[in-house]
């Protein structure tokens, strides 16, 4: 049994008006996002929308291999902001609604998408999210043709231009990849020491490996997602809540309600990033929010490449594939997301 897939036609100004009309999809996630039972995690939901406006672009001939090749830009996610409906399992076939609403004047192409899925015989909302994309100037790309002129506001040098920071910690070279997944705020890191100061916080860093990254420079959006996805995982673990724990002792399966991210500078292949993780708000003892910020250092001065918001909680039905039931934090889980249970100085 075979489904045809076609190629990308070649842009025409047909394909081009109908660019910045609404396009539909209809996907399915990707096995490996199947983490817990047969659910999807919030990064592989990102992954399937981030598909959905990939087709969107071949629709118009303007697929990543064409703008990469022909035009010498990278098609680059920038910005994120997601909220998680119903929950998604390993054989749904999702339909997403992608909606450009660019407007005048905006230097970046903006997509307003909604997902879909059949649940008891009517299609439920399960994904609503806006996408921003920047259209990356790729430097070692030779003579590349001029790119159709509706496209050119939204090519840029880079991906953001944040402004450093002074910086009195003096950075150290603390890291052995081949032993460990970078260092945390406990091993007391200079740099991560700063930037959380007195806040509820928790502090990672690493060196970005290369398939964190894409077009041979920078960390693409889906390798900030995979980071807010690691530093919420080391975040519970260092406060004595680990997810393999609550998951074994209580059936407590964690969830993602919402996420943002946006880039606000470039990460390079194999530079050293600094994240931080902080509780900014506990809902009803049924949800926490925290804040991810990440940061490089660039010659002795600091610069915040990224940041976003998430927001988390736990289910405990044994295949939530149906049905979200929220668990209220007990009295261990709350002193943990408060900070309450950490050694005192």
Known sequence: MTSPISNPPVPTEQTLRDFFDVSNHSLRPCYEGGNISTTIGFKHVHYLIEAAVLEHFRAA??????????????FDVV???TRLHTVLTLDDAVAVEVKPVTKEGDSRLRFRIAATVERDGE???????????ALRKIEHVENPKPLPEQLTPFVTPRLGAATPQHLEAVPVDNIDLSAQRGVTTR???????ELIGDDNAFGWKWRVPYFYCHFTSHMQMSGFLRQMEEVLHLFVADRDIAIHRLLDERNWIPVVTKCEVEL??????EDEL????????????MLFTARMDCYVVREGRLVQVSTGRITHGYVTKESPERDW???TFDEEVMAALSGKNLPAN
């Open 264 to 269: 606000t500078d470039e990460v390079g292949i």
């Open 61 to 74: 001939g303007l697929g990543a291999t064409t703008l990469y090749v022909e035009y010498g830009v990278g």
């Open 325 to 327: 039931s929220l668990v």
């Open 79 to 81: 910005s994120v902001n």
């Open 274 to 285: 600094y994240t931080v993780f902080t509780v900014e708000d506990i809902f009803k003892k």
């Open 123 to 133: 299609q439920r909302k399960a994904v609503s999210t806006t996408f921003e994309v």
């Open 187 to 193: 091993s007391g890191d200079p740099v991560l020491a």
